[in-house]
């Protein structure tokens, strides 16, 4: 409890799966969380900014307004989720296009507004960001487990996550001297009423025999935006019921 008293900690896609139970979280933890999202699906209206994280504009113009309105911030979630209509698509078809604007929306984004916040936090010395990766940024998929069901573990996928858990390791490395941590947290598959034949598979594989949930992720993220991970920096912390362990 209130391991992130009077905290100001801003998180992009907070109206999502993940996103909304991270916030509960948060508040519960005694922070004020501010949502970045392009559609609002949480019931805390006065913490909700519209922002579209692609957008160079939208999210210069809302860290500014966040900074004159709380003076500070202490915490970043990079969490949002934008994607194309055709995500998803198998490999052989994927068109370039696709492919381009994928990387834009959920990597090169990252950085952006990464590096807007970072220079808030270099004014004040000290903050923590926590990014959002995923086990398919850690190792590849294994394709067995959508036999059967028309799904497929998008080819962008894996290289945007990868490229998030070394984008982190360098911010780590490069504002560790301004008292700024910054680590990534990689869950694995989490349910969502999916398709009942991939949830069967995907409990066979992995150790623990079940999918993750959102609140096996929100207290991790919690912890390393706190002061009890106030020396843990450049990590990736895997919460995926031992997916990667095997
Ligand atoms: N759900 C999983 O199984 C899982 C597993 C591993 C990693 N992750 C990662 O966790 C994060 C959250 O996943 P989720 O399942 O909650 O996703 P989600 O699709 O449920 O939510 C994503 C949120 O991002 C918002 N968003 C989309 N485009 C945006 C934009 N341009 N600007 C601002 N906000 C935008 C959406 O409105 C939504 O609220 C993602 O980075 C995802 O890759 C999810």
């Known amino acids: 409890m209130n391991r992130l008293k009077d905290k100001i900690v801003v998180i992009t896609g907070g109206s999502g799966l993940l996103g909304r139970d991270i916030i509960k979280s948060i508040n519960i933890a005694g922070g004020k969380c501010i949502n970045l999202d392009i559609q609002q699906d949480t019931p805390d209206a006065e913490n909700f900014f519209y922002c579209d994280v692609t957008s160079e504009s939208s999210v210069k113009a809302v860290i500014e307004l966040i900074v004159s309105k709380f003076g500070r911030i202490d915490g970043l979630v990079n969490n949002a989720y934008p994607r194309t209509g055709d995500w998803g698509t198998r490999f052989e078809e994927i068109s370039y296009t ?117 609140d096996d992720i929100s207290p991790v993220v919690v912890f390393l935006l706190s002061d009890d991970a106030k020396y843990l920096t450049g990590q990736n912390l895997a919460v995926d019921g031992g997916w990667t362990c095997i």
């Open 98 to 214: 696709s492919w381009q604007q994928n990387i834009d929306w959920q990597l090169n984004s990252y950085f952006m507004l990464t590096q807007k916040v970072a220079k808030q936090m270099i004014s004040q010395k000290s903050g923590s960001i926590v990014t959002m990766s995923s086990i398919y940024g850690m190792v590849g998929p294994d394709f067995t487990v959508y036999e059967g069901t028309g799904m497929t573990m998008p080819t962008a996928y894996s290289a945007i996550k990868g490229g998030l858990i070394n984008f982190t390791r360098y911010i780590a490395s490069y504002l560790g001297p301004h008292n700024i941590r910054a680590n990534c947290v990689s869950p694995g598959g989490i349910f969502d009423n999916q398709n009942p034949i991939f949830v069967k598979n995907y409990e066979a594989k992995v150790p623990m025999r079940r999918m993750g949930l959102p």
